[in-house]
């Protein structure tokens, strides 16, 4: 079965970085994209980042342009988010996803906080 398994969360300050990480395993991993979406408390859960599934291109929200950068390694069936300079309103569960399938990892939390 699909298993998708988030790990790298934590607490952080402000202008700190954390990296992601998303295992996956039960199909085919090089063949779907893959997406990271977040949920903070009280909000609704959205889109982050999504990778293609040879990872030739990537799309991201407009509030991480520029500071976080989703990769894949097809090698290893993980797919990764580098989050650079942080800020508080980053802070919430992330979790990765199968694009365009409804299979979601546990998420991980990550806190932005001095």
């Known amino acids: 079965q699909v298993q998708l398994v988030e790990s790298g969360g934590g607490l952080v300050q402000p202008g700190g970085s954390l990296k992601l990480s998303c295992a996956a395993s039960?199909?085919?991993?090089?063949?779907?994209?893959m997406s990271w979406y977040r949920q903070a408390p009280g909000k609704q859960r959205e889109l982050v980042a999504t990778i293609t599934g040879a990872g030739r291109a990537t799309a991201y929200v407009d509030s991480v342009k520029g500071r976080f950068t989703i990769s894949r390694d097809n090698a290893k069936n993980t797919v990764y988010l580098q989050m650079n300079n942080l800020k508080p309103e980053d802070t919430a569960v992330y979790y990765c996803?199968?694009?365009?399938?409804?299979?979601w990892g546990q998420g991980t939390q990550v806190t932005v906080s001095s």
């Open positions: 039960g199909f085919t991993f090089s063949s779907y994209g």
């Open positions: 996803k199968v694009t365009a399938q409804p299979y």
